[in-house]
């Protein structure tokens, strides 16, 4: 599991230096600046290739952190449900997609990682 946590990581990560634009519009958000669209490239680029590579550098068991790494990726994801969880108290999404969808992804993501440490 922590290599298909990994690889949604590295996907997102790549698909957001290069197409910030497009990552986001499911969101109705717009990155019509260069500014907006750096900020894409460094939060779901950046951080996700980070992230994406320091799970994979845990798989392999690289300086002992495997159990560190898998722990603070799970929290994070759970952070992240969180924050969707507040959003929901302080107003309603109009679908399933993309909040939902990503709040489940982000729980199962979670639980898979934590699982992993069995």
């Known amino acids: 599991m922590i290599i298909v946590v990994a690889v949604f990581f590295c996907g997102m990560g790549v698909f957001g230096l290069f197409a910030p634009a497009a990552l986001i519009r499911p969101f109705r958000m717009i990155a019509d600046s260069p500014e907006a669209r750096s900020e894409v490239r460094a939060v779901y680029g ?21 159990a560190g790494v898998v722990v603070t990726v799970a929290v994070s994801l759970l952070g992240m449900a969180f924050g969707r969880l507040v959003g929901r108290a302080v107003e309603r999404p109009a679908a399933f997609y993309p909040v939902w969808c990503y709040f489940w992804v982000e729980v199962a993501a979670a639980g898979a990682l934590l699982a992993s440490l069995r």
């Open 46 to 66: 950046g951080f996700g290739v980070a992230v994406g590579g320091l799970l994979l550098m845990a798989l392999a068991g690289a300086g002992g952190m495997r």
